[in-house]
């Protein structure tokens, strides 16, 4: 019996409970950590995400009366009813506007999805920036193009459910946790070009390379996140209007001095630095990949760690710490990765040296009198899929 079947069997069987009938299948979508490329999403930049162990479970069947029933093992609210026709942007529904956003992107793109019966529990983590809503929409999403035989492909899933992100539920958040909950491929890194979706997989398999990808929730959101991801997406559109190109990603790094004296504005210059030199790190780590050099890989996570806390001023004093103090117990490097001010870091370590990174960063929260950091391995798993 594999891992995932207990899960699978549970969903189903509480399905069976709330709805009175079996599920029609059950499916699964992964979280994500980004290995590199941050904030360059919104830039038509590049990115190379992973999917994690951890899903969301969905069961699901149709209806043909025109009604959402959602249920989530993870609230207390209970069963809640939608009807399809009505279903409005930004109406509020709390969690169940992730999949009823679903559903409306599906039907605001032609697809007749008449209602669905959805249970379902997902092990990501919430607000830690591994996507746990990404992981919500793209199983939603992947189910009914199965049941309503859409045969839509995991890019055109991914879009839809970005939609019901940005649209519906009104998130401004950009394609790369929902390609990768939709694309990734066991064993490998996703890398995806965010201006047209071309994407490969990439091999990263860390266990036969004796590594470990740690990643450390530091369980803290800072409220300062929340106006600062439109306020450095204005930026890096103002930047990239001041140097007449259309998207940051139009910017070489071998022209970001010469870009750089061109701007006055010190924010947005600091702005513009981060986005082309980590679009430019993101392909230092194809390349060290590809040429099968993945422990060269942790330098290049250590300095866009520092972008994105000096120059894109994202990180916050918790994350700052995961990486001083991985580093310093000999990792071989480290970085905030999601929106950042909280939320995760990623560790890159040999895996025998990953129990002292552990226990290290372990005690430098304890010191700091900071709340105990969840630790667990990033391996890297598949995208999402049906499962029973
Ligand atoms: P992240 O995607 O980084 O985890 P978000 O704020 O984008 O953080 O998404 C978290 C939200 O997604 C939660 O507040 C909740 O509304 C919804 N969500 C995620 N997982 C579940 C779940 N298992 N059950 C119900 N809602 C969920
Ligand atoms: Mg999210």
Redesign the pocket.
Known sequence: MTPGTAVEATVADRFRELYGHAPEGVWAAP?RVNLIGEYTDFNDGFVMPLALPHT?VAAVSRRTDGQLRVH????DQGLIQLDVEALEPLSDT??A??PAGVVWALREAGHAVTGADVH???T?????????????EVVTALALNDLYGLRLTGEELAVLAQRA?NAFVG?P?GVM?QMASACCVEGHALYLDTRDLAHRQVPFDLAACGLRLLVVDTRVKHALGDGAYAERRAGCEAGARALGVRTLRDVDHVRLPDALRQLSDETVRSYVRHVVSDNHRVERTIALLDAGEIRAVGPVLTEGHASLRDDLRVSCPELDLVVAAANEAGALGARMT??GFG?SAIVLTEADTAQTVTKAVEAAFAAAGYTAPRVFPAVPSAGARRVA
């Open positions: 979280g969301a989530s093992a993870d609230t709390g969690w506007a992730y379902l529990a997902s990501v983590p919430t607000g830690a920036g591994l996507s746990s809503s990404a992981a919500l992100e998130v958040c946790d999601g929106g939320g």
